[in-house]
């Protein structure tokens, strides 16, 4: 029977039922809509319980492999040390130095490509993910193997000997190898750490942490055997730097191989449009790391300058303390990231409220605690940890100053992963830049007047009046945008059209 419309005149089949009775048409569009709401309902909650249980796995296993991360150096030191000799291990560690040094050598690329997956992830865009994380890795690749060419070809043009100021002909005649292992290992890495970041887009925070914490473990164990097998010095450095290389691309294999084959990079998903997006997007976050890396190491030079070189050495000790609790701060709160992204990509701006709110309360808690204690015996700690009687009495002031800018930090720390989670860094930025602006000249001030504490005092104040309000700010602004897309949604839903949820 071929459907025809009604003929002129005629009455809607959706009137003509009987009285008392919601038309058929009627009661099944209701039915059906119902039915998507308890769908949508049951959906909402699967996601929820599912990125509630990635995100404590994720802070579990960063402790875990962040542990792991820190045990493992301290491990083979002592191996290593007594192998290599003081000038060969020397010169090893410059080198790694100056490697960690390029640590934005990716361009924020990594950190975009996250922002962007962590979207698709929710929306289940499968093809899109794999044109972004194909573009991302043919982008990081040509950079990466320009730059390894870049290395071959000037390794001989630098006299690298004489730039790490070594005095044993033996080990002048390793440096040049041991550079091309350090800075070649690195280059490599770069983009084969991509993986880490698809990982943690796609909510394996925790399988991501323990393979690097297995690559640490690793590059212990080969150190060991290398050494315990008396094989030649430079084979026991390249067992130490090329675990990490190795690890990523044994996971990258493993993830895409058997987890993901459909993500899997190929040449024919590379589009110039995503590659103009990860680089408009990462150049950003590139900007973002290189002004907040210049605002949290920049005492160390002032101290140097205004107080001399003893004040800024026991500067030094005092704020690397503290600084373990930002690295805490840090490793908790990452896991935010994806997770936020994910969730209000589906509009679930709820769940992204409660979730930080807990988060800043759990870090703020968590940093608090050991902070007092830094507070009451920083003096005794630092007394058994350096044993030099070269380390001054600390005052309580500064330790005090130090604790309230190590909990302002915990603080703004969850309220930055939803800013970043979407894209927005414009109030970091500012904040970041206020804070350059204030702290400078505050910092020489009162340190001039106050000494060490007065440069701790300038941290906490400057940080407080700039970035926190920043965070704030930023933090409202993301969600209202959310918000406002999704309301808009909604109503367009409504007349038969769709919106995305989240603003690109």
């Known amino acids: 029977m071929v459907d025809r419309p009604p003929g002129a005149g005629a009455a809607s089949p959706a009137l003509v039922d009987t ?11 209701e039915r059906t809509t119902a039915g998507s709401a308890v769908r949508g309902d049951d959906e909402l909650s699967a996601a929820r319980r599912s990125r509630g249980r990635a995100l404590v796995a994720g802070i579990a296993s960063s402790l875990a492999g962040k ?19 003081p000038e060969r291990y020397g010169m090893w560690m410059a080198i790694t130095s100056l490697t960690a040094m390029a640590l934005f050598a990716d361009f924020g690329l990594g950190n975009g490509l996250l922002t962007r997956l962590a979207r698709l992830y929710a929306t289940g865009d499968r093809r899109a993910a794999a044109r972004e994380i194909a573009s991302a890795y043919a982008l990081l690749g040509a950079l990466a193997g320009t730059l390894v060419l870049v290395l071959v070809a000037s ?22 190898v041991v550079v091309l292992l350090c800075f ?3 280059l490599v890495n770069i983009p084969l750490a991509l993986i880490q970041r698809v990982q943690y887009a796609h909510q394996q925070v925790g399988a991501s942490n323990l393979w690097q914490a297995a690559g640490s473990l690793i590059s212990a164990g080969l150190v060991v055997v290398a050494a315990s097998a008396k094989a030649d010095p430079v084979l026991v450095i390249a067992a130490a730097v090329l675990a990490v290389p190795l690890m990523s691309l044994a996971n990258s294999v493993w993830f895409f191989g058997w987890q993901q084959p459909d993500l ?3 040449l024919t998903d590379v589009r110039a449009t995503r590659v103009r997006g990860l680089l408009r997007l990462g150049s950003r976050f590139f900007g973002l790391s290189v002004l907040t890396s ?5 005492d160390g030079f002032l101290v140097g300058r205004v107080l001399g070189l003893h004040a800024a050495a026991n500067y030094a000790v005092i704020l690397r303390m503290f600084a373990v609790l930002a690295l805490f701060v840090t490793l908790v709160n990452l896991p935010l990231w994806p997770a936020n992204g994910e969730a209000l990509a589906r509009g679930d701006v709820s769940w992204v409220r409660r979730s930080t709110r807990r988060m800043v309360y759990l870090s703020a808690a968590a940093v608090a605690l050991p902070a007092l204690c830094l507070v009451v015996g920083g003096n005794d700690i630092l007394r058994i940890w350096v044993r030099s009687d ?18 302002s930090v915990a603080v703004a720390s969850p309220l930055f992963m939803v800013q970043n989670s979407v894209g927005l860094l414009g109030p970091q930025f500012l904040g970041w830049v206020a804070c350059l602006v204030v702290a400078v000249p505050l910092k020489i001030l009162l340190a001039g007047s106050d000494g060490l504490s007065g440069v701790a005092l300038a941290s ?20 209202a945008g959310v918000s406002a897309t999704t309301s808009d949604s909604d109503e367009m839903e409504h007349d038969g059209a769709q919106h995305p949820r989240c603003p690109a």
């Open 264 to 266: 899997r990079p190929r």
């Open 460 to 479: 906490a104040l400057s940080y407080g009046v700039t970035v926190v309000p920043a965070a704030i700010v930023g933090y409202r602004k993301a969600l």
């Open 19 to 29: 009285v008392g009775h919601p038309p058929a048409d009627t009661a099944s569009t």
């Open 155 to 176: 390794v001989r043009l630098v006299a690298w000997p004489s730039v790490l100021n070594v005095t044993d002909p033996v080990v002048a005649r390793d440096a040049r």
């Open 67 to 85: 542990a792991v991360g820190l045990v493992a150096p301290l491990l083979i030191t002592p191996v290593a040390f007594r192998y290599l000799g």
């Open 390 to 407: 070269d380390l001054d009495r600390v005052p309580i002031p500064l330790f005090v100053a130090l604790a309230v800018w190590s909990v």
């Open 184 to 186: 070649g290992a690195f």
């Open 294 to 298: 210049l605002a949290l190491n920049i």
